[in-house]
């Protein structure tokens, strides 16, 4: 009996899409106004999945409180107010789209958590536009 559960946490980052690879014209023509040099922000909402079998003692498949924990030591306080291209070493060579900024997220939660339970990261860039990894 295998059953999921979700956490969300939120962040607050300003980033830039931008391909250093193509010129000025051609990076305004694919990432339109997220392009803007002087960047722009985002109230990041995170979900995080787990699906796994319920601990025969606790009943639990995690601990929401430890998820709540792990979510917000390794993710959310290296990503709240921050400028993403910026600050965050792993997107000094990595453009910072949603489908992006999962895969970090996936990256730096996975081995903090029992293989035994699958992961996946859903992050909400608005309330209308959101990605899913691994898809
Ligand atoms: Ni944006």
């Known amino acids: 009996m295998r059953v999921a559960v979700y956490r969300k946490e939120h962040f607050n980052a300003a980033h830039r899409l931008y391909n250093p690879e193509w010129s000025d014209e051609k990076n ?6 997220c392009n ?11 979900v995080v999945k787990l699906t796994g079998e319920p ?3 606790t ?4 601990d929401m409180k430890k998820l709540s ?8 306080r290296k990503f709240d107010h921050k400028n993403l291209n910026l600050d965050i070493e792993e997107f ?13 997220i996936y990256d730096l939660l996975r081995d903090k958590i029992d293989n035994g339970l ?7 860039e608005t309330e ?5 990894y691994p898809a």
């Open 36 to 46: 803007n040099p002087g960047f722009h922000g985002h109230n990041y909402e995170i």
């Open 69 to 76: 924990e792990l979510i917000r030591e390794n993710v959310t």
């Open 59 to 62: 009943g639990y498949v995690f």
């Open 118 to 124: 699958d992961l996946k990261i859903y992050l909400y």
């Open 28 to 33: 305004d023509l694919v990432f339109g106004k």
């Open 128 to 132: 209308r536009n959101f990605v899913e």
């Open 55 to 57: 601990d025969k003692d």
């Open 92 to 104: 000094k060579n990595l453009n910072p789209t949603a489908e992006n900024i999962a895969v970090v």
